[in-house]
């Protein structure tokens, strides 16, 4: 049992570390370490399992972070409690180019920070999203293996974010019990007091939300405790609103926004040092109160012994298959099925959607591969992303390994970004191109993360006809394409479909995007190649030497690349088509290679029913563009690729004209 005027001074370590970190990288945000020090303290100290010396271990809780610009209180953490990624040198160097200790708790950067957070409300969605991989592992592979809980610590931004009522209420929807939300209620954000802005009854919504609400003072340790041994009880997520004083102990600035996002001050901090009867200098913890903070470190060190012991008992099946999941190896029986398929698809060459090949593809896919988990964002039927495999996750069955996110895009690729970082699971979700916008920051996230989710991004461009232009994908393409690490695919048939597929199934470090029509679309690689063409990112799919004309394009556009050929070289010229499925990988691709595939010819046409943007890497500043120059229109497909000029016979003039007048 931890004594009242030792749980303070537990508490005061974070509070000290954090406002001197700060106060010494002359930038950070020393108030909310400082007034949710005391919600940590009790549950790092107490509650939470985890084992600094083997932070992965599969079965420990997850601590979610929300509200991110408060990372001296997961480093102050981290370090107290013996992780051996943060030393107190690092505590020092917060904010520093190079150190660990970045601005915001970066994922990758120390062992024992579970996502990165910056953007408000993420966190919570990352949360839920870790919730609902426990609860599907476990109904997997018991509660032996996998019975953990998740919390998350959300501050007012958090909570005002529109992602945040996304994941809120998929969460109480599907009766997520062993999440635990701290709402740190400081009633304090950059411009002033919430109610300048905001006058929701947080409680409420929560409720309202199929949550269970917990009110208390948050800088009462016994509160604090009880509170937390109620909500795991529930059999509904929980939202403990903990009171809390942002910047607590400092006499002057605690409850004001100057301690939101700003050194104390010397002053200040000296002021808070004499008012909490701190006697130490800045970054020097006395050694009882260390040796605490450490002894709570190895509390759990018996738990993850004896889950070692079940999991090397549970049958060499099992422990094989929970362990390469959770390393996040893929099962050997991927390939040799993806090269049957492949086979049959050249054999059949039929001609369907994308988004249908995409469903194909993944009929193999989740047969042989059990820890993808799928869904849409109501949009099912559309996205095809449901195959016979997949059947509902609810509440009353985790096990299902479809989620019907609802219409939460944001939250929908939050929660996968959750998901992945939780492990034992690939998340892939269903929604439209043009949707993308509403998911755009947790897919940066995850390409900043480097981990592995990938979105099937359906009805990619004016060929989804009568739906018009609020839904047709203009921009996007080159938007996706401009986040680093992130593969955006946009495959041309069948083929090409399942090759890329299998691309993203193998990136374990970064996510991708699929971008599929809704419209039909001939098999183009009508001839069995084993190896996997479209990992080039671009290739001859059409080869000829000494080229008169090459032809680049993407998707559903090389049909119309084909067929321009067919009519130039009737025409005498003679024209190398290339499939162009991902931008990213291409240009990862040796010199000698891209040297290759660029070629030379005097004329280079780019067709994608886009913007031009980022074309000229394959067609040159000069190279003739077919594609779109502003926004689509209704109607149906082939009459609006004929009004926009994205046909073979545009393409055909357009090359002509040039022949005849080369730049
Ligand atoms: C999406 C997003 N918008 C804006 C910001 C900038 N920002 C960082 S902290 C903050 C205020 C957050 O207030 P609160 O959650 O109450 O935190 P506290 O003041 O308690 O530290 C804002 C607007 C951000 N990090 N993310």
């Known amino acids: 049992m931890i004594s009242r005027e030792k749980h303070n001074r537990m508490a005061n370590a974070i509070r000290f570390l954090s406002m001197d970190a700060v106060e010494k990288a002359k930038s950070g945000h020393p108030g909310l370490p400082m007034g949710a020090a005391d919600i940590a303290t009790v549950l790092f100290s107490r509650y939470l399992r985890f084992d600094p010396k083997k932070p992965g271990w599969p079965d420990r809780d997850r601590f979610v972070l929300s509200a991110g610009h408060g990372s001296m209180l997961i480093y102050s953490l981290l370090y107290l409690l013996g992780y051996d990624d943060i030393s107190v040198d690092d505590i020092k160097n917060f904010r520093q180019?190079?150190?660990?200790?970045?601005?915001?708790?970066?994922?990758?950067?120390?062992?024992?920070?579970?996502?990165?957070?910056?953007?408000?409300?993420?966190?919570?969605?990352?949360a839920v999203?870790?919730?609902?991989?426990?609860?599907?592992?476990?109904?997997?592979?018991g509660a032996e293996l996998v019975d953990h809980y998740t919390y998350v610590l959300a501050g007012d931004g958090c909570l005002m974010e529109g992602i945040s009522q996304e994941a809120i209420s998929l969460a109480g929807h599907l009766r997520l019990g062993k999440l635990i939300l701290f709402w740190d209620n400081n009633n304090i954000s950059i411009d002033g007091p919430i109610s300048i802005a905001d006058s929701t009854d947080q409680p409420m919504r929560f409720r309202a939300s199929g949550w269970n609400v917990i009110e208390i003072d948050g800088q009462d340790p016994d509160a604090i405790a009880s509170a937390i041994e109620s909500a795991r009880k529930s059999d509904r997520p929980t939202m403990i609103a903990a009171k809390t004083t942002i910047g607590f102990g400092a006499p002057k600035k605690a409850g004001s926004k100057e301690a939101h996002g700003s050194p104390l001050?010397?002053?200040?901090?000296?002021?808070?040092?004499?008012?909490?009867?701190w006697t130490d200098e800045p970054f020097v913890i006395p050694s009882d109160i260390l040796d605490a903070w450490r002894i709570a470190g190895l509390r759990s060190v018996k738990e993850r012994k004896a889950w070692a012991d079940r999991l090397a008992n549970s049958g060499n099946d099992t422990r094989m298959?929970?362990?390469?999941?959770?390393?996040?190896?893929?099962?050997?029986?991927?390939?040799?099925?993806?090269?049957?398929y492949k086979r049959k698809l050249a054999e059949e060459k039929p001609n369907v959607a994308t988004r249908k090949a995409s469903e194909m593809a993944l009929e193999v896919i989740n047969a042989v591969v059990p820890e993808t988990l799928g869904g849409s964002a109501d949009l099912t039927g559309s996205n095809n992303t449901r195959t016979s495999q997949t059947k509902a996750m609810t509440a009353d069955n985790y096990a299902g390994r479809y989620i019907h996110y609802g219409i939460r895009e944001h939250g929908m690729a939050a929660m996968m970004n959750g998901m992945a970082l939780h492990g034992g699971v690939i998340p892939y979700s269903g929604g439209f191109l043009i949707f993308s916008d509403y998911c755009r920051p947790?897919?940066?996230?995850?390409?900043?993360m480097g981990i592995r989710v990938i979105h099937v991004l359906t009805h990619d461009s004016i060929g989804l006809g009568e739906d018009?232009?609020?839904?047709?994908?203009v921009e996007h393409m080159a938007a996706l394409r401009a986040i680093p690490n992130l593969l955006m695919f946009r495959p041309a048939d069948v083929v090409e479909t399942a090759e890329c597929w299998q691309v993203a199934?193998?990136?374990?470090?970064?996510?991708?995007?699929?971008?599929?029509?809704?419209?039909?679309?001939?098999?183009?690689r009508g001839q069995f190649i084993e190896e996997n063409l479209s990992a080039y990112g671009a290739y001859d799919l059409v080869s000829v030497s000494e080229a008169d004309v090459t032809i680049f394009a993407s998707g559903s556009e090389i049909e119309i690349a084909l067929a321009a050929r067919d009519q130039l070289e009737a025409k005498g010229h003679s024209t190398r088509v290339v499939s162009v499925p991902c931008f990213e990988l291409f240009e990862e691709q040796s010199p000698e290679y891209r040297r290759a595939i660029l070629g030379d010819s005097p004329v280079k046409v780019a067709i994608e029913a886009g913007i031009r943007q980022g074309w000229d890497a394959f067609?040159?500043?000069?190279?003739?563009?077919?594609?779109m120059t502003g926004f689509g229109a209704s109607g149906p497909y082939k009459e609006l690729y004929k009004h926009f000029g994205i046909t073979p016979e545009d393409t055909v003039t357009a090359v002509e004209a040039r022949l005849k007048t080369p730049r």
């Open 265 to 277: 001050g010397a002053e200040e901090i000296a002021a808070t040092r004499k008012a909490l009867g």
């Open 505 to 524: 199934l193998a990136s374990a470090n970064r996510p991708s995007g699929i971008a599929l029509t809704r419209q039909n679309l001939p098999t183009v």
């Open 619 to 627: 067609i040159g500043s000069d190279g003739i563009f077919i594609g």
């Open 129 to 141: 999203g870790m919730a609902i991989a426990e609860r599907h592992l476990a109904a997997e592979f």
């Open 321 to 340: 298959d929970f362990e390469r999941r959770m390393n996040g190896e893929l099962p050997g029986g991927l390939e040799p099925a993806m090269a049957t």
């Open 97 to 126: 180019l190079g150190s660990p200790t970045a601005g915001h708790p970066e994922y990758g950067h120390a062992a024992g920070i579970e996502t990165t957070t910056g953007p408000l409300g993420q966190g919570i969605g990352n």
């Open 468 to 473: 018009g232009p609020t839904h047709q994908p």
């Open 442 to 448: 947790s897919i940066r996230l995850a390409a900043l």
